[in-house]
């Protein structure tokens, strides 16, 4: 979704072409496990696929499971009012085992030094900004968002609007990467769109 006062101003963060004829939405919480194993797969995804999908993350932290998960967010956020959302993201899940079980206090240090490994350079900015209303309305308002779509674990995925609820075989998806390739690659074809060579032999996909 494009900025508005309803999301603080901050944009949906994206990989690939927002724009393009096969969209992936997921809702996570950066401290949830089982995010923390599909990032890999999905981050893969984006790499493999480019512009020929577009790749949205929204926030969804489940803090009455994961304390840290609302500050967390908070911290990619406010790395992306500096251009390195994606690269504060992938850090935070790489990383997750190390931040999930500190204290405010010694989590708020570690994003820190997170955000300088992220590239961020105005550090200042960035521990301004891990209070910022702006960011508060935007995590807010990807929650809505969610609820709106039923969401309520995660993480949970959307292609082109439609819930994963099963792979093409009909067994259940529950964030995994070569099932939702395999729905990627179909709905491309369904688009005249030949899915990426390498991504077609590992899913079997003609």
């Not at 990032?39 to 999908?53: A, L, N, V, W």
Request: proline share 4%; aromatic share 8%.
């Amino acid at each position: 979704m494009a900025a508005s006062d309803q999301n603080g101003n901050i944009a949906d963060h994206t990989l690939g072409d927002p724009n393009a004829n096969v969209v992936l939405i997921e809702y996570g919480d950066i401290q949830c496990p089982s995010c923390g194993g599909a990032h890999p797969g999905i981050k893969q995804i984006t790499e493999d696929y480019g512009d020929k999908i577009g790749f949205i993350f929204r926030n969804f932290p489940l803090t009455s499971a994961h304390p840290n998960a609302f500050a967390a967010a908070t911290a990619a956020e406010a790395a992306g009012l500096q251009g390195k959302y994606w690269e504060m993201h992938n850090i935070l899940f790489e990383d997750q085992n190390t931040w999930s079980s500190l204290s405010a206090e010694q989590r708020t240090s570690k994003f820190i030094d997170y955000a300088r490994q992220s590239g961020v350079t105005d550090q200042a900015k960035f521990e301004s900004d891990l209070s910022a209303g702006s960011i508060s309305t935007k995590i807010g308002f990807d929650q809505a968002v969610a609820r709106q779509k039923e969401v309520s674990a995660t993480p949970t995925f959307f292609l082109n609007g439609e819930k994963v609820d099963s792979d093409t075989s009909g067994k259940l998806v529950q964030g995994d990467a070569s099932a939702i390739r395999a729905l990627i690659d179909r709905k491309l074809k369904e688009n005249n769109i030949e899915p990426p060579a390498s991504t077609a032999a590992t899913t079997g996909t003609n």
